[in-house]
């Protein structure tokens, strides 16, 4: 499923956790599946945390950046910002209501949830970057039709 929203496949960065908790690898997992779903593209955290300056110099440039924590430590969070990477759009699991523990069998539902949070977190920031139509010099997203 490719959005069609201004060309947001490889427009979009996912950045996410990874870790050893079942909201860790639900961050993860929602990365992969919307990356396969053609919903931006996953990124690696690692290179980022690493301060490789191809993978911070990526993080910077690409148009739209969406980081996912698996819980309120905030990892990928602090990751950018010890890059120096602005975050504006942040999921947080725990904050959807996904209990934090051990169990790494995933369910389809929460996956699902977190992905359905992502594009969310999307949309919003997305329908703030579109220029009112009443605007003078407003330019058209996408189409050129206005």
Do not use: R, W
């Not at 956790?17 to 990124?43: D, I, P, R, Y």
């Amino acid at each position: 499923m490719s959005e069609s929203a201004c060309g947001v496949n490889g427009q979009i960065m996912i950045l996410s956790c990874s870790g050893g908790s079942n909201v860790g690898q639900l961050s993860n997992q929602a990365a992969v599946e919307l990356t396969k779903e053609g919903f931006g593209k996953m990124f690696c955290l690692a290179g980022v945390g690493a301060h490789l300056s191809g993978f911070v110099k990526s993080a910077k440039d690409v148009p739209t950046l969406i980081a996912i924590d698996g819980c309120s430590v905030g990892c990928t969070k602090a990751i950018l910002d010890h890059s120096q990477i602005p975050v504006k759009n942040h999921v947080v699991i725990t904050d959807l209501g996904i209990e934090k523990n051990k169990d790494l069998n995933l369910k389809e539902l929460e996956i699902n949830e977190v992905k359905k949070a992502v594009k969310q977190v999307y949309a919003k920031d997305a329908a703030s970057k579109i220029p009112h139509p009443n605007m003078i010099g407003a330019g058209c997203c996408c189409s050129g039709k206005c």
